[in-house]
């Protein structure tokens, strides 16, 4: 093992130690001596059970076979999600005989392409511990032996995953649906987006464009949080191996779908080979997450979800973790943002399988690891394919089918992830550097300071960006408004990057897992409206981001004494449902504590 990565996991297990030993004997305690339906009474039982057919009712009232509870983000709003329709109905089919399935629960989930720039997404960080709570409302019937969780999106995956941790004694395996075919490539999207924030192509033009790259049902094909999503699911081994890029709607899908019910009503405490989610989701199986997200380029928020979804198994990850990760994991793929291809020119090269070995190899992921499917990670180090109607795995490439998208340890892209953290008189940030080009990692102008980025935006097209700047985007955190992605800003600061400005974006809130290409200092905490510093930057002060040396500062000597200008944020409390989350905007900790809405103590 790198001996960097086993000093970051002794610290972990350390600081995590009294929080880790008490979930643990929580989640020993709820596991249950038989069927957990066991505890049942016959009231609660027959309730349970009511609209069952006569065999499944047969089943339930017997103590012999499992029942599996399928928790489902599938709705029409999401086209990674849409697939998910039928699979309750495959799951049942798939374990006829060997265990029953019952659909537990339906959780929502928000499209963040939909809301991207909207309201909406002012509730999409929110929305996480949401899906995490239905996760748990879902199973708390408490008549289940192992747990299907079918989502893929953003906020999904972290949510379910969260929730399921809550009833850490169950076997889990996440059940994802694939990307949807490759369309208009990302990198030509992006160019006709630029386009129209230049006034150069009109909106028929644009709507064109999007729709020949967003066409089809599955997930989008850039690399953004959704498929990072997929990525820890394969590396912290919760997925049936190699499940992540199969697209939807084909046999080896269908395959897939079906081995993963029959794989979790395996892992009962029933049988004897019981695997728990609480358990296998340790110290290790997170640094494994942590490398797999920097060695991909992977999505900024899983800077924030990773520390929540570790709370939930009373691990303690800090950003240091993430940067000292960073620092000695090579980059191994370039996958749009941080590229030209998307996740199926990925997939055609070697995928998960081929990123895997490479990082086992290395001595960068930690082997002793339980996984849904066996005691350590080779089994993710294949790839799963149809003989006949069989399926089956075998060995991924052993060499990267194109060296332009994915790469051998022995010949990264860059030496280290890019995943940075930013100090300073500011407070922390975090940086992704893997889309951003050399001659812009260092970036010292004047600001200029917004509240929205829609005034962004508006000062863009009024030509008053036009310039060297760092722009400033402060009440943008989880407590002044969501801590919305500000991803809208991309094109028009893309624009200014191209015409050869120094150009850098500071701010309280988020970025989207597709933004890349502008050196971007986001998650700054302390936030604007709990005193943070970034309300104290005036227009004009010259603030200097330098990701070789780690510094985020604003040359302000009386920058402490200055009165905070703390915006006014009475606009985002409500409308458009914001007025269901003020508990949230009051709960919510810092995006360095995982930004939880759950009122821990372990989440400050
Ligand atoms: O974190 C992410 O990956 C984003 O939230 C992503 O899910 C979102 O949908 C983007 O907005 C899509 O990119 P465009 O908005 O550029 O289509
Ligand atoms: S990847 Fe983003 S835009 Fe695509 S379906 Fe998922 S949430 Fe929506």
Request: contains cysteine.
């Amino acid at each position: 093992m790198h001996p960097t990565i086993e000093t970051v996991t002794t610290r972990i297990r350390a600081r995590s130690k009294a929080s880790r030993e008490k979930y643990l004997g929580r989640i020993a305690e709820a596991r249950a001596k038989g069927v957990k339906r066991g505890h049942l009474s016959c009231g609660n039982l027959a309730h349970g059970f009511a609209a069952c057919s006569a065999s499944e009712k047969e089943a339930l009232i017997g103590t012999t076979l499992p029942n599996l509870g399928i928790v489902s983000a599938y709705n029409d709003m999401l086209s990674a999600h849409q697939p998910l329709k039928d699979y309750p109905e495959q799951i049942k089919a798939a374990v006829a005989g060997h265990a029953t399935a019952q659909f537990a629960g339906g959780v929502p989930a928000m499209c963040d392409g939909v809301t991207q720039g909207q309201t909406g997404m002012e509730l999409s960080l929110f929305s996480r511990d949401v899906i995490a709570m239905a996760t748990a409302v879902s199973l708390s019937h408490d008549m289940f032996d192992a747990a299907l969780m079918l989502g893929v999106c953003d906020k999904i995956v972290p949510g379910l995953l969260i929730g399921a941790l809550s009833f850490g004694h169950l076997p889990t395996v996440f059940v994802p649906a694939g990307p949807m075919p490759s369309g208009l490539p990302n990198a030509e999207k992006s160019r006709i987006r630029q386009l129209y924030a230049e006034g150069k192509v009109g909106r028929k033009e644009l709507l064109e464009a999007e729709a020949a790259s967003y066409h089809a049902p599955g997930t989008c094909t850039f690399y953004g949080t959704a498929n990072s999503n997929q990525m820890l699911m394969e590396v912290m081994g919760l997925h049936m191996p190699g499940a992540a890029f199969v697209n939807p709607g084909t046999p080896l899908r269908a395959a897939l779908t079906a081995a993963a019910a029959k794989r979790v009503a395996g892992a009962t405490a029933l049988g004897n080979d019981y695997r728990p989610i609480g358990e296998m989701v340790d110290e290790k199986a997170l640094v494994n997450a942590i490398v797999g997200l920097v060695a991909t380029g992977g999505s900024t928020n899983h800077t924030i979800h990773l520390i929540a979804v570790a709370a939930a198994a009373g691990i303690k990850l800090e950003w240091q973790d993430f940067a000292d990760i960073s620092g000695v994991t090579p980059l191994l793929c370039r996958i749009y943002p941080n590229g030209q291809a998307d996740v199926n020119h990925f997939q055609a090269a070697g995928g998960f399988g081929f990123l895997v070995r490479e990082l086992l190899g290395a001595g960068l992921l930690h082997r002793d690891v339980k996984t849904l499917v066996g005691d350590g990670l080779e089994a993710y180090a294949q790839e799963p394919y149809l003989d006949g109607d069989q399926l089956r795995w075998r060995d991924a490439p052993a060499q990267s089918l194109d060296l332009d998208v994915l790469r051998p340890a022995s010949n990264p892209f860059a030496p280290d992830g890019g995943i940075r953290v930013l100090g300073g008189n500011l407070g922390q940030s975090i940086i992704k550097v893997s889309a951003v080009k050399p001659t812009h990692r260092v970036i010292e102008a004047p600001a200029m300071v917004f509240t929205s980025q829609h005034a962004v935006q508006k000062a863009f097209k009024d030509g008053l960006l036009h310039k060297d700047v760092v722009v400033v985007v402060k009440g943008q955190g989880p407590r002044a408004n969501g801590m919305p992605e500000l991803h809208q800003l991309t094109p028009a600061l893309g624009v200014l990057l191209d015409l050869g400005y120094k150009v850098a974006l500071v701010t309280d809130g988020r970025m989207s897992g597709a933004s890349g290409k502008v050196p971007a200092a986001i998650h700054l905490s302390p936030e604007a409206v709990a005193d943070g510093p970034i309300a104290r930057i005036r227009d004009g002060d010259i603030i200097r981001l330098d990701t070789e040396t780690g510094e985020l500062n604003v040359k302000a000597p009386d920058l402490a004494t200055r009165k905070s200008d703390v915006p006014d944020t009475s606009a985002h409390e409500a409308g458009c449902g914001r007025e269901l989350f003020a508990g949230f905007r009051a709960l919510v900790g810092g995006a360095e504590h995982g930004a939880a809405s759950f009122g821990w103590e372990g989440i400050v």
